[in-house]
């Protein structure tokens, strides 16, 4: 037995328990990890409270990094005692949890379980956005939302090692300092945010919004773009956008629009390779710097839940076993 954080049905943070569950046996292409650390993500609060329908009770949890105990027997690459992380998991609030080989990524040496349970997830996502989904140039201005939150202070960061300015949101000072000690050029409130937006740019409108914070921010988010700009909602933080008429994209200049997930920007071993390889580089070389704004003990799970739905996060999320 080990113990893990369960959802028994769709609810409030208050719902999660804390309980003795069976260890799991790792498939032959499976490892056993025993889990040092465990990233929170909001993906975390919409499968507990059934935003995305799962198949309850579940033991939430994608995002982990820990110390293989046990490998399958056609595991190649990964053996007993490798340090190993992922974005990919599931059921990681827990002491143990099995983990796909192919979802793996070696832990480089110096890189703490709490780091390496930190960047997976909230990096990969900053990382595709910027180079995949629409590759931002040196010389482009930018909007994203929520700058002082786990995927906004590295979006903005990557943002400006590729040399754009970066116009972003957030709901108070102390998020604002942290916002600009990432690189921000603009940090904003969000009432009138698109208005301030026009004034910054001359009146253009911005290349591109990634807007995680979906429902509240959307239609100024659309309102901020230049002619031809694309707008990335890749999340709902305030909530859900509801079903959309496409003529406005006409309307507000020949728009593009995009509703990315990270599975899809991990389809082959090279490209999961590729970006892990160059944000825990920029994690060793000091060029990307991943705050921990807060950890808790793995069992105050909902404590957490309740701080990141709250606003009163900063950074990354931590949970420790
Ligand atoms: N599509 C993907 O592949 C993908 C992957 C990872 C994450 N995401 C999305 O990215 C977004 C950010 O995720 P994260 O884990 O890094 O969270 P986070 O940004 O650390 O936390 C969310 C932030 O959103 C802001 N926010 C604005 N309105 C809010 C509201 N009504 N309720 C709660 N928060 C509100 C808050 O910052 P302020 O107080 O400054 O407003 C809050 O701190 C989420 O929407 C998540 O689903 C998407």
């Given at each position: 037995m ?17 309980e ?9 292409n ?6 040092g ?8 609060t919409?499968?507990?409270?059934g ?63 709490e ?8 990096g990969?996502?900053a ?9 931002v ?22 943002l ?27 940090v ?11 004034e ?59 509703r ?15 970006r ?46």
């Amino acid at each position: 037995m080990h113990k893990a954080i369960v959802v028994p049905s769709p609810g409030g943070p208050e719902i999660l328990r804390w309980e003795d569950v069976d260890l799991p046996e790792p498939g032959p292409n499976q490892l056993l990890v025993r889990v040092g650390a465990v990233g929170v993500n909001f993906i975390d609060t919409y499968q507990r409270s059934g935003v995305y329908p799962m198949k309850y009770p579940f033991i939430p949890g994608s995002e982990f990094a820990g110390t293989v105990v046990a490998a399958g027997l056609q595991v190649r690459g990964f053996a007993e005692g490798d340090r190993v992380a992922t974005a990919e998991g599931g059921g990681a609030y827990a002491e143990y949890a099995l983990l796909d080989a192919d979802k793996a990524l070696h832990v480089p040496h110096g890189v703490s379980d709490e780091t390496a349970a930190a960047l997976p997830l909230q990096g990969m996502t900053a990382h595709y956005l910027v180079n995949s989904t629409f590759p931002v140039q040196a010389g482009q201005t930018v909007l994203t939302h929520a700058g002082a939150g786990g995927v906004g202070l590295l979006l903005t960061q990557l943002l400006k090692a590729k040399g754009a300015t970066v116009i972003t949101t957030v709901s108070t000072d102390e998020k604002e300092q942290l916002a600009r000690a990432a690189g921000a050029d603009h940090v904003l409130r969000y009432e009138g945010f698109a208005e301030q937006v026009r004034e910054l740019t001359g009146g253009a409108g911005v290349d591109v919004v990634y807007d995680g914070v979906g429902k509240a921010t959307f239609d100024g988010s659309l309102e901020s773009l230049r002619a031809r700009g694309m707008m990335v909602l890749f999340g709902g933080a305030s909530g859900q956008v509801p079903p959309f008429d496409i003529q406005r994209l006409n309307a507000l200049g020949s728009l593009f629009l995009t509703r990315p997930t990270i599975r899809d920007y991990l389809l082959t071993p090279e490209e999961r390779r590729w970006r892990a390889d160059e944000l825990f580089g920029a994690v060793a070389d000091g060029t990307l710097d991943v705050r921990i704004g807060q950890t808790y003990p793995l069992a105050e799970a909902a404590q957490a839940h309740r701080d990141l739905e709250g606003r009163r996060t900063t950074g990354k999320v931590v949970l420790i076993p």
